[in-house]
């Protein structure tokens, strides 16, 4: 079994900056590419961002340039720095590995 575990989110004002984490733990022997995506009421869920088993990055023209997805030191870990949040971020943020697991998520609100 696989968990994935995202911690991080909250209320933010415009402007300001969020650094969520994705914490992965059970059966995994590799290094997995993993993903964030996310759903804002009334919309479909969205790709946000992207870090392949090598690290490379790729990101929805919505966020780049204000999110960061990165690495930590320890394999299956991922953190998404959110900066210059505008009122559109305000969605619950999931954590995917390898295009089969997921996390609850996390709710993110930028107010005005």
């Known amino acids: 079994q696989v968990q994935l575990v995202e911690s991080g989110g909250g209320l933010v004002q415009a402007g300001g900056s969020l650094r969520l984490s994705c914490a992965a733990s059970?059966?995994?022997?590799?290094?997995?590419?993993m993903v964030w995506h996310r759903q804002a009421p009334g919309n479909e869920r969205e790709w946000v961002a992207t870090?392949?088993?090598?690290?490379?990055?790729n990101y929805a023209d919505s966020v780049k340039g204000r999110f960061t997805i990165s690495r930590a030191n320890a394999n299956n870990t991922v953190y998404l720095q959110m900066n210059s949040l505008k009122p559109e971020d305000t969605a619950v943020y999931y954590c995917g590995m390898a295009g089969k697991y997921w996390g609850q998520g996390t709710q993110v609100t930028v107010s005005s």
């Open positions: 870090i392949t088993s090598g690290g490379t990055t």
């Open positions: 059970g059966s995994i022997f590799s290094i997995n590419a």
